[in-house]
């Protein structure tokens, strides 16, 4: 098979006139080629023009078999894409037509399947075979910015060439074909500021110092030209929307070079007085600006901050004004940027300066204490209506309006001052107490007299002095202990005073027991001249059994101008103690410390004690009441041994009968109904009486009789069982005429051992101490 037509790149198989190996001449002078069935299908891809708009088909090109002489014999079929709809052949010539306009954009492409049959056998002359039908490029579309329009932005001032922003078309024709997608770029508006490279789309700046304060926005339009720009070529355009951002190149600037302001003296210190405004044409932080005050007499008076939102320099008041001292103020200010560029400093400093004047304004003005604050003072007691001191207030205005005072009648400190209304002199209206209250706060106000409603206030502090009008008093915060083995001349308590009044070279106070009492012999006070006093015990031995509490008067005089004196009465309380230290604690009061025991805790056990032996003597008696008799009846007389096991208390049983009765037969009468008690000492004022000897005592007692007698008391005592008792009296007989020498019946003499060592032989020896302390204060007494 032969391609004919747009075949391009085919190989031909065409008549030669050299015969070769595999030709043959035939007998007319023709040569016959021969070729082998696989070699005899020969052809090559085809192209088609797109966008065909002719009426008739568009010839693509022919498809032809050796075996084809011409004479119908041979048919053609086409198959693939496109065969039957988009590509047709004519099944004995076979040519092949495009019915329909393609489009290269769309599908670049066909893929089809020729074959060549024997129209009468339908047998395959040739083998089926692939081949391409190519849609050749025509420039049939324009370039296109698919992201446009765009914005961009480039810093005013730029130099020129400075990059501002790259454009990039697209065109979709082939660009392996021809220069139907050779784009080259060139600006349609935006020049002289703008310049656009043809070949990479990139736009530059044209123009130098480009200034945003004269023009900001600028609309760049570029376009894009397939066919390499040339004639016939398509194009399509963009729009770039460019943007100079801002530089600080402009200094700030007053709009004027002198202001003035007018400023009441009453304005408030720290309040804004007024405003002033740089202008400045760049923007955002370029345009910021700081405001100052450069010279010393207006800084003195007056600051100024800038306001943020506005940029406006806020005047305020940094002293009170007053317009009779100075009535005019001059204001230098100056405004410069914060953020200065380097790069422009060639244009000159970025400040500007101006002259602000202000006039204070005369104001009627309230009165003016000549201080800020008043200290008087007054003694204690003062008559009413003493002055305590004086205030004083004048009109600042150059008038000079009459000055009234009063006092605010909402304090406290009315009660007791009054104010003089032309004069300002303060007065008491009662008398005062130092020790109720040592200060007073008052509130003096002043107005003037042709404008009352102007008021002025001023603290006024009144101290109250001090004078002896209280007497003494003894600090007794803790009660007064007394220990039972305090000797004499041992200090008990050193006390102290106190005086409600106040001495301003400190307090002093002198002691002493009062002079209209008597001696008191059990204390007794000693000055020791530095404001305290020592009490003293006169005497040994204290014993709280016999006296627990003693009551000693003190005498105080205080070192005041007049002294004034005061008699105080201080309780000691006798205790035994202990000794820790140098601490003594009474015993009863350390045990209930230390048992940690309450008033009603001890009630309650106490009380239970009590509900116990009641029960124990209740039981007891019920016991006794209930014992059966010996003899069970009175009609059965007979003798009977009862047993019964009573074994006696020996040695140890007194309660049988007193040894010291039987020995000494003269007490018996006395100990008789009370053996358990012992006798008192009586003792007579007279002189004494000669002591007879127990020996001639008992010659005036008959033995006889005292055991008979005791005999009796026996039989009739009703509380033993009713049989006999063996009692065994021993009598010795009569004693010496000379006396006995034993101690127990005579009194005996005192003896002048010191037994106070005792107490500081520790606990052991405590109960032996109080003993003989007990004999030495009977021997005393």
């Known amino acids: 098979y032969v391609c004919k037509r747009r075949c ?26 021969h070729h082998r069935p696989k070699r005899g299908w020969i052809w090559n891809q085809f192209f088609v023009l797109e966008e065909h708009m002719g009426p008739d088909a568009q010839y693509v090109g022919k498809l032809h078999s050796n075996s084809d002489k011409g004479d119908g014999s041979v048919r053609y079929i086409l198959s693939g894409e496109g065969a039957g709809t988009i590509f047709i052949i004519d099944e004995v010539t076979g040519d092949i037509h495009a019915t329909k306009s393609l489009d290269r954009e769309r599908k670049t492409h066909y893929v089809l399947h020729a074959q060549a049959l024997d129209r009468n056998t339908e047998e395959a002359l040739e083998p089926k075979s692939e081949f391409i039908i190519k849609v050749q490029d025509i420039n049939d579309n324009a370039p296109k910015f698919p992201d446009g329009p765009f914005v961009a932005s480039v810093p005013e001032m730029s130099e020129v060439g400075t990059s501002v922003f790259q454009v990039t078309a697209t065109d979709a024709d082939d660009p392996t074909y021809g220069n139907s997608a050779r784009i080259v770029y060139s600006i349609l508006q935006g020049q002289p500021y703008f310049s656009v490279d043809p070949k990479t789309g990139i736009i530059r700046t044209a123009l130098a110092n480009m200034d945003r304060e004269a023009r900001e926005h600028y609309a760049v339009v570029i376009q894009a030209k397939d066919m390499a720009g040339q004639v016939g070529g398509l194009s399509g355009s963009t729009t770039i929307n460019i943007t100079l951002t801002d530089v600080n190149d402009n200094p700030p600037k007053f709009p004027q070079k002198n202001y003035q302001l ?34 010393s007499e207006g800084a003195n008076m007056f600051s100024i901050t800038t306001d943020r939102d506005t940029r406006e320099g806020i005047i305020s008041l940094k002293k009170p004004l007053n317009y009779e001292r100075k009535k005019t103020y001059t204001l230098h200010i100056e405004g410069m940027n914060t953020h200065i560029d380097p790069r422009f400093s060639y244009l000159g400093s970025f400040k500007d300066t101006a002259t602000l004047k202000i006039t204070v304004g005369d104001v009627d ?43 605010d009648s ?115 006070l000693k000055d020791n001249e530095d404001s305290t006093a020592s009490i003293i015990a006169r005497r040994r031995r204290f014993n709280h059994l016999t006296q627990e509490l003693y009551e000693l008067p003190i005498v105080v005089w205080d070192g005041g ?69 010996l003899i069970i009846s009175e009609e059965d007389i007979r003798e009977n041994v009862v047993t019964y096991d009573d074994e006696g208390g020996g040695e140890e049983d007194t309660e049988a009968f007193d040894i010291i009765a039987l020995r000494n037969p003269a007490a018996a009468e006395e100990l008789k109904f009370r053996r358990d008690v012992r006798p008192e000492v009586r003792q007579h004022c007279g002189p004494p009486r000669g002591r007879r000897s127990p020996s001639v005592e008992l010659d005036v007692v008959d033995v006889h009789e005292f055991i008979k007698q005791r005999l009796v008391e026996a039989d009739m005592d009703t509380s033993v069982p009713p049989y006999d008792s063996l009692q065994t009296y021993a009598y010795e007989g009569q004693g010496s005429p000379t006396g006995s020498i034993s101690s127990l019946d005579s009194p005996g ?28 204060s009977d021997v005393t007494t």
């Open 8 to 33: 391009y790149g085919a190989s031909h198989h065409v008549p030669a006139k050299v015969p070769s190996k595999n030709q043959t001449k035939l007998a007319n002078g023709e040569t016959e080629v």
């Open 749 to 776: 003499t005192h003896s002048e051992q010191d037994y106070n060592y005792l107490d500081d032989w520790g606990p052991e020896f405590q109960k032996l101490a109080e003993l003989y302390g007990e004999a030495d």
């Open 365 to 407: 003005e309230p009165p003016v204490f000549s201080m800020d604050y008043y200290i008087m003072d007054v003694y204690e007691n003062a008559h009413i209506g003493t002055e305590v001191g004086a205030v004083t207030a004048r009109d600042p205005d150059s008038r000079n309006s009459p000055v009234r005072y009063f006092m």
């Open 262 to 295: 007018y400023v009441p003296e009453s304005a408030q210190v720290g309040k804004p007085v007024g405003k002033i405004k740089a202008n400045d044409e760049d923007a955002g932080i370029n345009a910021e600006i700081k405001y100052s005050i450069i010279n």
């Open 561 to 629: 101008e007049p002294s004034l004196s005061g008699t105080s009465t201080l309780t000691l309380r006798v205790c035994p103690c202990q000794r820790h230290g140098r601490i003594r604690t009474c015993q009863g009061e350390a045990f209930l410390s230390s048992a940690g025991l309450s008033t009603g805790a001890l009630i309650a056990i106490l009380l239970c004690i009590v509900i116990l032996l009641a029960i124990v003597v209740l039981f007891i008696t019920l016991r006794r009441s209930k014992k059966e008799p």
């Open 410 to 524: 909402k304090e406290e400190g009315v009660r007791y001052f009054s104010i003089e209304e032309d004069s300002g002199v303060v007065r008491t209206t009662q008398p005062l107490d130092r020790e109720d209250m040592p200060w007073h706060n008052i509130t003096v106000m002043a107005s003037e007299v042709d404008n009352p409603s102007l008021l002025s206030h001023v603290p006024v502090t009144v101290q109250v002095l001090d004078v002896n009008d209280n007497p003494p008093e003894i600090a007794a915060d803790e009660e007064v202990i007394v220990c039972e083995s305090s000797r004499p001349g041992q200090v008990i308590q050193t006390v102290t005073a106190v005086d409600k009044d106040d001495f301003a070279n400190g307090q002093r106070f002198s002691f002493a027991l009062p002079s209209q009492l008597p001696v008191n012999p059990n204390f007794t």
